[in-house]
């Protein structure tokens, strides 16, 4: 396994317009994690998964925002309507349950022209 | 409200200088994790603390947790260019629950 990874790595998008980032764990991984993160600040927490089941989502996204984790493997997170204040580092980790020791991937980056 | 704060924000030092970034919580945290990351790349796990007062080394970077479990704090000896980066830290308040991160705080290493 060659860890976690991320797809695409950049995305520059019109305003408006819906984009979709990939997510392919550590295989072993029960838990999954989906991160914003801007210049400098550190990550903020957006959703995660426990196998195929959603736990929790942060009340400060808005319903534009989806993730899914089918089968409990890969997961996914769409952004609909685009807007400027979308753009950042969307950071996608995975650990086994109970562990704070989290794997991340190298991050899809999003531009909203 | 962030509930993992981090000091300072920013650091900037000369090769060779010794330093201390905090990491404070009012919440007390199951364990308590310090993540490096570079320009462009996902954090990366230095280090997991789990018992109060624990301290562990990692070569010139020493990390202790407080007694309380709400604080911990990364010291760097001999600071090299190469520790330059985004220092978090993250917590785990129990097993089942979620993992948050501090704001970070941004070293710079002169030469």
């Known amino acids: 396994d060659t860890g976690v990874s991320q797809n695409p790595r950049h995305k520059i998008t019109k305003r408006g317009q819906n984009v979709t980032f990939r997510c392919d764990p550590i295989?072993?991984?029960?838990?999954l994690y989906w991160y914003r993160q801007t210049l400098g600040q550190g990550p903020e927490f957006l959703t995660y998964?426990?196998?195929?089941?959603?736990?929790?989502k942060s009340r400060l996204l808005s319903d534009r925002f989806s993730a899914e984790r089918p089968k409990g493997s890969f997961s996914t997170l769409e952004i609909q309507r685009t807007e400027q204040g979308d753009s950042a580092m969307y950071l996608c980790?995975?650990?086994?349950?109970?562990?704070?020791?989290?794997?991340f991937g190298e991050g899809s980056r999003l531009t909203v022209l | 409200t962030q509930l993992l704060e981090q000091s300072p924000q920013f650091l900037s030092i000369q090769e060779g200088e010794n330093l201390t970034v905090y990491c404070n919580s009012s919440?007390?945290?199951?364990?308590l994790q310090w993540y490096r990351q570079e320009p462009g790349e996902g954090p990366v796990l230095l280090v997991t603390?789990?018992?109060?007062?624990e301290v562990k080394k990692l070569k010139r970077l020493t990390f202790q947790f407080g007694d309380a479990r709400k604080d911990s704090s990364l010291h760097i000896t001999a600071a090299q260019p190469g520790d330059t980066g985004l220092y978090l830290c993250?917590?785990?308040?129990?097993?089942?629950?979620?993992?948050?991160f501090g704001p970070g705080t941004s070293l710079s290493v002169i030469p």
């Open positions: 919440s007390v945290f199951s364990s």
């Open positions: 980790a995975s650990s086994f349950l109970g562990t704070g020791e989290l794997f």
């Open positions: 998964f426990q196998n195929e089941a959603q736990l929790e």
């Open positions: 295989s072993e991984h029960n838990r």
């Open positions: 603390v789990v018992t109060g007062g």
């Open positions: 993250a917590g785990l308040k129990t097993s089942y629950d979620k993992v948050i």
